[in-house]
């Protein structure tokens, strides 16, 4: 297939990834600003969202000194200034959609096409004050509807490899962020380990992975930092887990390639090796924070390697 | 409802009592509808549209405007009888056009015959770079939309022909899809002849006029890409026929080949349905600012290693200058009478005319030569008395840059606006396609000017579209309907001829 619609579906289905991760992410924040005393401050409640989409220093510049729910939900929600704001990840992806709507099913197009007309009954709603929850879910919900619709009708060809590609490379990024910058802020100082505040933190990391209730079953035990930690890392029946991408994405790149051997394979079969036979006892040794930065550069660097060798125009 | 445009034939009624005999069951199913009803279908149609995304940019605005075209839910009905004549002359008209551009291209009889003056050397249009190749099946016009106006119950003018990238094809079929869906009843009662093959067809040719000796040609569309005006129909038209939609950057040439840049490596393309205009095709022997085209291209069409379509230099045919010598080339290449008439043009450039048309320019229609999308054009009728005069001088000053014809009487429809069910008027745009044979599909783009007495009917002056249903037999009684059976086959037989 042509390199540039290649480029456009993987891009495509990073961005709606990224704004279903955003939604999760805003969701469970505010859930914790309803529990008293969960954090001492908004500002300490509103940061880690921030750090989470990368969006951080953008949005200092912007809101000055200004940690508010308000102004953090309408930026990382609404904000066309911020490129990472769900408006404008869906947005960029029905664009990408837009420019190769003839390499996908009539279907997956119009699906993502009615995405951004029901968009609409959002622009102008202040979310802080009131429909963040039904916002957060109907954003989760055209994202499993999008997967389901290109599962449903795309012919299995490169198109639809691109497509879950795009998928795991994103979704592996913002489980390993997310684990990064919560891990760290929620590592328990000695007092205070096991109180009800702790639960809710931890439990509201599992759900904005969709991961309580397998949590529940796996282990039905009380929630505990270094399980979140394997279950999101080392678990590959957990489909969020870095694992379960790097199982995906593995797999894509081998029937994209076929017999080939290239960087990008290469790359990818390293980080699953690692996850793969990693250990949580290792990892904690050698500091979780150091692993997740680490994964999350290779990851990133995978992203670079899947464009030199598959979507840049420039070979030839 | 139907009652002050009397001076205008109506496609629908006879007079406030009577309607013509094919839309009978129409009227009659018409008359049971609340207007309610037809608006709220009006705007189902428009949910789905957007729903689909069948949209077009408007250049200059913001990104993300997307515009729909109106659509009308009241069809435009042609009888077999009518779609045989107005097709047939059609194909007649293409046939000479294309027997005319390899002719212009190669000895150039037509001038030597004194029946097309050598001037036309020196149209714009015409692309010198093109002298002496000779291109797959001597086809130059591979789609072409012809313009067709009627202006009383046997009266149809040709308009103008588009031959360089006739644009519209995707309204006729969407459409039609959208009219089914909305009134499935009414098919049901009548015998409508269906569009839906027109992409195959399409294809079919296309594959036809491949390079000589390519077994199994690769076929792609070349689009300016998504911020084109008419994105939405290439996306549309390369998806019905399974093709790469490409642009510029997708292409690329290396010895005497196009390429597409694909994940497994280059491609090479055998076919190209271009739908960006020549000066924008290759930066190397046109337009070189152009961003959209591809470097080195033209050098491997005229070394035969790719087909265009349509191909480089077609405007030259259907330049306003020239529409005035085409019933005179059907009757040189073809020995025949043209089946369907010109408008009575006058030329400026003849003295009798010019004095004739100066005197008479608030009664005209006055157009400019080398020009297209109804820009450039002067409605006499309408224009202020500062229009008259700016054209006046204009006129004057390059009396060979225009045309003019009568303000024709176009034909009205019935049409939904906002005061009830009201008369507008309407054209007609079927599309001939040229390949190993030439053909059209039962059905046109019928565009309607929604203002009231307006006479313009493009999408960028504010005109909508509504689907042309051909009716398949004359019999049009409602009992007809059980017995349809007619096949695509059939009518597209009706409509076919060699090429010589």
Redesign the interface.
């Given at each position: 297939?042509?390199?540039?619609?290649?480029d456009h579906l993987y891009w495509m289905a990073r961005y709606i990834e990224r704004a279903e991760n955003m939604a999760r992410v805003l969701d469970v924040t505010y859930n914790m600003s309803l529990v008293p005393n969960a954090a001492e401050s908004e500002a300490a409640l509103w940061l880690p969202a921030l750090e989470i989409s990368g969006s951080l220093d953008a949005y200092e510049r912007d809101y000055p000194k200004e940690y508010t729910s308000a102004s953090v939900i309408h930026y990382l929600a609404m904000d066309t200034r911020n490129p990472s704001s769900i408006y404008n990840t869906l947005?960029s992806a029905r664009?990408n959609a837009?420019?190769?709507?003839?390499?996908m099913t009539?279907e997956t197009?119009?699906n993502i096409?009615?995405l951004w007309?029901e968009f609409d009954q959002f622009v102008g709603v202040d979310l802080a004050k009131s429909g963040l929850r039904e916002f957060c879910d109907w954003v989760k919900a055209r994202s499993h509807l999008f997967r389901g619709v290109c599962f449903g009708t795309m012919l299995r060809d490169?198109a639809f490899s691109?497509v879950r590609l795009g998928t795991f490379v994103e979704r592996a990024d913002n489980t390993a962020r997310l684990l990064d910058v919560k891990y760290h802020l929620l590592l328990p100082s000695d007092e205070e380990v096991g109180g009800a505040v702790d639960y809710y933190e931890w439990s509201a990391i599992l759900r904005s992975v969709s991961a309580f209730q397998a949590y529940q079953k796996i282990f039905s035990d009380s929630i505990e930092p270094w399980r979140v930690a394997e279950l999101l890392v080392l678990r590959s029946d957990m489909p969020r887990s870095l694992h379960a991408c790097f199982d995906e994405i593995t797999q894509i790149l081998e029937q994209?390639t076929g017999n080939r051997s290239n960087e990008c394979k290469r790359l990818a079969g390293e980080l699953h090796a690692k996850i793969h036979y990693g250990k949580m006892n290792d990892i904690f040794q050698n500091g979780l924070h150091e692993f997740l930065s680490d994964f999350i550069d290779s990851n990133n660097m995978l992203g670079s390697e899947i464009h030199k060798t598959?979507?840049s125009?420039t070979?030839? | 409802m139907h009652n002050s445009h009397s001076a205008f034939f109506d496609e629908m009624h006879l007079d406030d009592s009577a309607v013509r005999d094919i839309y009978a069951t129409y009227n009659r199913w018409l008359q049971d509808v609340p207007h309610q009803q037809l608006d709220s279908k009006r705007q189902e149609a428009e949910v789905l549209f957007?729903?689909?995304?069948i949209t077009f940019n408007v250049y200059g605005e913001d990104d993300?405007a997307e515009r729909l075209i109106p659509f009308d839910v009241i069809p435009r009905l042609l009888s077999a009888k009518e779609w045989a004549h107005l097709s047939a002359g059609a194909i007649q008209r293409v046939r000479a056009l294309n027997m005319f551009l390899h002719d212009i291209y190669h000895k150039q009889e037509i001038i030597h015959a004194g029946i097309v003056p050598i001037s036309i050397l020196a149209n714009k249009q015409y692309r010198p770079e093109m002298f002496g190749v000779d291109v797959p099946n001597q086809i130059y016009a591979h789609i072409a939309g012809i313009d067709l106006v009627r202006t009383s119950e046997s009266q149809f003018y040709v308009l103008e022909d588009n031959l360089r990238t006739p644009s519209g094809v995707s309204y006729m079929l969407e459409d039609r899809k959208m009219m089914m869906r909305l009134f499935p009843e009414l098919f049901r009662r009548y015998s409508i002849a269906p569009v839906e093959h027109y992409p195959q067809v399409l294809l079919n040719n296309l594959r036809a006029v491949a390079p000589v000796g390519v077994q199994d040609p690769t076929v792609v569309l070349l689009s300016p890409?998504?911020y084109n005006s008419a994105?939405f129909e290439h996306?549309f038209i390369?998806?019905q026929m399974g093709i790469?939609?490409?642009?510029g950057?997708?292409l690329?040439v290396?010895n005497n080949a196009v390429?597409?840049?694909?994940?497994?490596?280059?491609k090479k393309v055998d076919v190209i349905y271009r739908r960006i205009d020549d000066d924008y095709l290759d930066p190397l022997v046109f337009n070189a600012d152009s961003m959209l085209g591809v470097p080195g291209l033209l050098s491997v069409y005229r070394n035969g290693g790719v087909t265009l379509a349509n191909a480089v230099g077609t405007g030259v045919a259907d330049d306003k200058a020239t529409y005035i010598y085409v019933p005179a080339m059907i009757k040189f290449y073809l020995g025949e009478e043209p089946i369907l008439q010109n408008v009575p043009t006058f030329e400026l450039s003849k003295e009798d005319d010019l004095q004739y048309v100066l005197e008479h320019l608030h009664e005209l229609v006055v157009k400019e030569v080398q020009g297209s999308g109804g820009y450039g054009m002067l409605v006499g009728p309408a224009a202020t008395k500062q229009e008259l005069e700016e054209f006046r001088l204009r006129i004057v000053s390059s009396p060979s840059s225009y045309i003019a014809q009568p303000t024709l009487a176009l034909s009205t429809c019935p049409t939904l606006v906002e005061q009830g069910i009201a008369p507008r008027h309407v054209d007609l745009r079927p599309f001939v396609l040229s390949g190993k044979t030439v053909t059209l599909v039962p059905g046109a783009l019928c565009r309607v000017a929604l203002k009231e007495g307006s006479l313009v009917v493009n999408s960028s002056q504010g005109g909508g579209t509504k689907d042309t249903w051909v009716l398949e037999s004359e019999d049009i009684s409602e009992n007809k309907a059980a017995k349809k059976s007619k096949s695509t086959e059939k009518s597209e037989l009706k409509t076919e001829a060699e090429i010589c």
């Open positions: 297939m042509l390199s540039r619609t290649a947005r664009e837009r420019a190769v709507r003839v390499a009539t197009w119009e096409n009615a007309l490169d691109f994209l598959f979507l125009a070979s030839g | 957007r729903r689909v995304g993300g890409g998504a994105y996306a390369a998806q790469e939609l490409v642009e950057q997708d690329f290396r390429y597409m840049r694909t994940t497994q490596g280059p």
